[in-house]
C-alpha cells in the first residue's frame, strides 16, 4: 500500500507500506517520521491481520482519526481511506499492479526539511551509544568544514565552483551539476562538473526530477534511475546508463533557488540515505549563502541606481530655472518636488521682449522616474527653437507636438499648459494640451478654472490647438500645476483635489509670493499625513501688480 503524507508543515511526500508494521510518530524512532511538532512521539500504528490493514492510536495526546471519526481501539482500513494524525493526513492508495515493491524501493523521497532537523540524541527511549556519537561527531566535523569554506565565498561563480567540487570529494560522485531558477520559473542547468574517469558522460537532465525536488521540496535518492518509472523515460539519463543518484532542494526561507544532483554509475558507487542526508545539509547552508550574496548583489545594484539617480537628478535641475526671472509688475513663485528622485514633471519661465512678456510652461510627462525624466528632457529641447522665436503659444505646441509623436513611442506622451503674459497690462494668452486646468485666482475673492481642452503632446499625429486670452487684474494669480497636487491622499486614501486646492489658493492669496506657494504645499502635506507623494508635483504661481500711475 502507498501513503501519501501531508504534514501540518511542509511540502507532501509518498512513502510505501510494505512490511507487517509500521510505527507514525514524530521521534526519530517512529517507521514513518512526520514533521509535525504536535505529534506524539510514537503517535499511532498501522499493521498488517489476516491480510488486511489497520491503524490504532497508541495513546497520543491527540488521538487518530479515520476519515474524520476519532478511534478508540483498531480498525481496518481500505484504499481511499484518510488517516489524521493531529494536523497531518495520510491517504491510502494502493501500489499499481505493474511497479514491485522493490521498485518502489529504490528510490526514496522525503522532504528536505528532515534532513535538517538536528540528529535526535533524546535519550528518552535508551541510551546513545558512543559509536553513534563518534559517527555524529564524524558527520558534524565534515559539515562544519564545507560551512566554514562556503561561508568565506566572495561571489556567486565561487560559491559554485566549491559545491560542486566538495560534492565530488565527500559523496564520491562521477558528476554534480547545479540547477538555478531562471526569472520566468523554469529551472536550468548553471553548472556541472565530472570526475576524469566520467567526462565522456553526458550531462544529466530530468524534468521529473527537477519537478519532485525544486517543486515538492523532496530530497531524492534514486539507487536505479532507469528502473524508476519517475526518470526512466529521460533520455539524458538513458544515455548515462545505469545510475546511482542524489538530489537536494536549494531551500531558503524565501524558497526554493534550484537544486544540486550527484550522479555515479550505480556499479561503481550507489548512494546512501546517510549520503542524500549529507547532500542536503550541504544544499542548505549553501542555499542560505546564496541568498545572502543576492542581498549583497541587490543592496550594491541599489546604491548603484540611487547614485545613477543623483546624478540624473542634477541633470534634471540644471534644465530648470535656477533663479526666477525678475519681471516688473509680476510676482513668481515655483516648485517641482520628485516622487522618485526624479522627475516626470518639468516646468519652465521664460523673459520675453526685454521683459515686456513672461512665458510660463508646466510639463507632466506620464509615467514616472529616469523614462520619464528624459521625455522631459526631450520636451524641453523640442520647445527651445519654437519659444527662442516667440512663436504663438499654439505654434509652440503644434511644433512640440508633432515631433515629440514622430520620435517617441505611442505610449509616451505629455500633458502641458503654456501662457505668455504681458508683464505691463496683465493680458495673457495660453493653451492647453490636455493639462489640469489651471486657477485664475481674484484678489476680490473667487477662482476661476481655466477650462480650455486640448490634446496632449505627442499623442496624435498633426494635433491642432487653439489660444484662448484673459486678463489678470491687480493682485490677481494664476496657479498651474500638475496632478501630483490634486492626487495627494490622506491615509485613507482620499485625494486631496481640485476644490480643496481652489479653497486654500483663495485662503492664502494675499500673503508674500513665497509664503502663498508654500501655504499651498503645507495643506496639501497636512492633507496626506506626512504620507509619500505618489506622483511628481509641480506648481507655477504668476501675480500680477498693476504698475503704479504716474
Known amino acids: 500500500m502507498k501513503l501519501l503524507i501531508e504534514p501540518a508543515d511542509g511540502p507532501s511526500f509518498e512513502r510505501v507500506f510494505d512490511t507487517d508494521s509500521m510505527i507514525i510518530g514524530r521521534a526519530s524512532t517512529s517507521d514513518l517520521l512526520i514533521p509535525d511538532p504536535f505529534l506524539s512521539r510514537h503517535h499511532a500504528r498501522l499493521f498488517k491481520r489476516e491480510g488486511e490493514t489497520y491503524v490504532e492510536d497508541l495513546d497520543s495526546r491527540n488521538g487518530t482519526e479515520v476519515n474524520g471519526e476519532l478511534i478508540a481501539g483498531p480498525i481496518a482500513v481500505f484504499e481511499g481511506d484518510a488517516i489524521r494524525v493531529s494536523g497531518s493526513r495520510i491517504d491510502l492508495a494502493f501500489v499499481a499492479s505493474h511497479l514491485s515493491t522493490a521498485d518502489l524501493q529504490a528510490t526514496v523521497l522525503r522532504p528536505a526539511t528532515e534532513f535538517l532537523r538536528n540528529v535526535d540524541l533524546d535519550t528518552q527511549d535508551g541510551d546513545v551509544d558512543s559509536e553513534s556519537l563518534r559517527d555524529y561527531a564524524h558527520k558534524l566535523h565534515r559539515l562544519n568544514a564545507v560551512y566554514q569554506l562556503i561561508g568565506a565565498t566572495l561571489s556567486s561563480e565561487q560559491l559554485t565552483d566549491i559545491l560542486l567540487s566538495k560534492v565530488i570529494e565527500l559523496l564520491s560522485a562521477h558528476h554534480v551539476a547545479v540547477f538555478f531558477q531562471e526569472s520566468d520559473g523554469s529551472y536550468q542547468q548553471a553548472a556541472h562538473r565530472s570526475t576524469d574517469d566520467a567526462v565522456s558522460r553526458p550531462p544529466l537532465y530530468s524534468r521529473s526530477l527537477i519537478d519532485e525536488v525544486c517543486n515538492r521540496g523532496m530530497a531524492a535518492l534514486i539507487r536505479d534511475a532507469a528502473n524508476d518509472e519517475r526518470f526512466s523515460q529521460s533520455e539524458s539519463l538513458i544515455l548515462s546508463g545505469p ?120 510639463v507632466d510627462v506620464s509615467g514616472k522616474g529616469v523614462p520619464a525624466a528624459m521625455l522631459t528632457a526631450s520636451i ?73 481642452a486640448g490634446r496632449p503632446l505627442g499623442l496624435v499625429r498633426g494635433s491642432q490647438y487653439t489660444v484662448e486670452r484673459e486678463t489678470l487684474r491687480s493682485g490677481d494669480a494664476l496657479v498651474a500645476y500638475t496632478d501630483g497636487l490634486t492626487e495627494a491622499e490622506d491615509p485613507d486614501s482620499s485625494e486631496y483635489g481640485p476644490e480643496r486646492l481652489s479653497e486654500s489658493a483663495q485662503r492664502h492669496r494675499a500673503l508674500e509670493i513665497n509664503a502663498f506657494g508654500e501655504s499651498l504645499l503645507d495643506d496639501i502635506a497636512t492633507f496626506a499625513c506626512g504620507q509619500r507623494p505618489v506622483d511628481d508635483c509641480t506648481v507655477v504661481i504668476a501675480r500680477f501688480q498693476a504698475p503704479l500711475p504716474p
Do not use: W
Request: aromatic residues 6%.
Open 243 to 362: 545510475q546511482s543518484m542524489a538530489a537536494a532542494p536549494l531551500l531558503n526561507e524565501h524558497g526554493c533557488l534550484g537544486m544540486v544532483v550527484a550522479s555515479s554509475a550505480a556499479s561503481v558507487r550507489e548512494f546512501t540515505e546517510e549520503d542524500l542526508e549529507l547532500l542536503a545539509s550541504i544544499a542548505s547552508v549553501a542555499a542560505l549563502k546564496m541568498r545572502n550574496l543576492r542581498l549583497v548583489h541587490a543592496a550594491i545594484a541599489r546604491q548603484r541606481l540611487e547614485q545613477e539617480l543623483q546624478i540624473a537628478r542634477r541633470i534634471q535641475e540644471s534644465l530648470l530655472p535656477q533663479t526666477l526671472p525678475q519681471f516688473e509688475n509680476l510676482e513668481l513663485f515655483a516648485r517641482n518636488t520628485p516622487s522618485r528622485g526624479v522627475s516626470g514633471d518639468f516646468f519652465q519661465i521664460t523673459s520675453q521682449l526685454d521683459g515686456l512678456r513672461c512665458l510660463l510652461l508646466v
Open 380 to 452: 524641453e529641447a523640442l520647445a527651445v527653437g519654437p519659444i527662442e522665436e516667440n512663436r504663438s503659444t499654439k505654434e509652440i505646441f503644434e511644433s512640440v507636438s508633432r515631433r515629440l509623436y514622430e520620435r517617441s513611442p505611442p505610449e509616451k506622451y505629455a500633458t502641458a499648459f503654456i501662457a505668455v503674459i504681458d508683464t505691463q497690462t496683465g493680458q495673457f494668452e495660453y493653451t492647453n494640451a490636455g493639462h489640469n486646468p489651471p486657477l485664475l485666482v481674484k484678489a476680490s475673492g473667487g477662482c476661476t478654472k481655466l477650462d480650455l
